[in-house]
């Protein structure tokens, strides 16, 4: 409620009523569509489309779970790495704590797919085509894989299942995650929008919502998940769900389109892109 205004139609309107009033010229007008919702449209907006999104549309659904779920692992790990780290290796819970900065290394390597993705729309400018909105989920298609692949990694590489190994070994695996959670949160977000369109804040709505309850919610219980299952196990846990979210990135990928044009939510992004992809060819 703290925030000022933004509405482009709301701005002008203000601002020529204040000139009006200022001025006493009573010649300026605004003609616009444009208006603030009603309480009704409110509602309907964003709290019950996004549920109706989440329930009805399997794009939604998918895209909400796995960007949700990838995310709310970075904070079960700090309650869980004391459990991985502390027995095994003898580090101290300050020790435990800096384990968590392998994360954020991986997040400086999410450029590379942003160089695939300006390489696919220049290509699609210079033949003056419209890109499908499936060839700009690269960054996910590859975070798939490196994230399941880093799940099994920890998992394999810390005691009791393996003893020996340096820790650093199991460290090195959460740069992967770092970046693939960083790919997933990203790049779906930007799929249910571009796929929603004039419904993308209530597509997205449901994403984030999941994503901060389980962010608040998974921490109280990595220590118990950890210490009951075990490091290895509780790891193979996660690594299975990674492992099945790259099966839906192949769904995407290959079927993608055809699930998007089943919806009637995101058929007025598909007529826009048919008229556009039209003119430019014109």
Known sequence: MGMKESRPSVIIRREIEAATHSSGFKGLFYESTDTAPSFHAFCQTSLVLPVRLFFTEPI???????????S??????????PVVFKAAFGFSLRQCSLVNLGIPFGVVLTFLPRLYDIRVLNDCRRRNVVAQHEDKIFGFLVAAPILAMAFWWFGLTVPPLTTGLSPWIPIASLTLVGFSVVEFDTVLASYLTDTYTSHAASANASLSFLRAVLSGVLPLFGH??????????AMFVLASFATL????AVLFAKYGK??????????????VEKTV??????
Do not use: W
């Open 224 to 233: 118990g998940m950890f210490e009951g299952l075990g490091p290895n196990n």
């Open 60 to 70: 939604v659904f998918l895209a909400s779970v796995m960007a949700s779920t990838s």
């Open 277 to 282: 992809d039209s003119n430019a060819s014109v």
């Open 258 to 271: 055809r699930i998007r044009l089943r919806s009637k939510f995101a058929q007025h992004a598909f007529e």
């Open 72 to 81: 709310a692992v970075i904070y079960l790990f700090p309650e869980a790495f």
């Open 245 to 248: 979210y790259c099966g839906v």
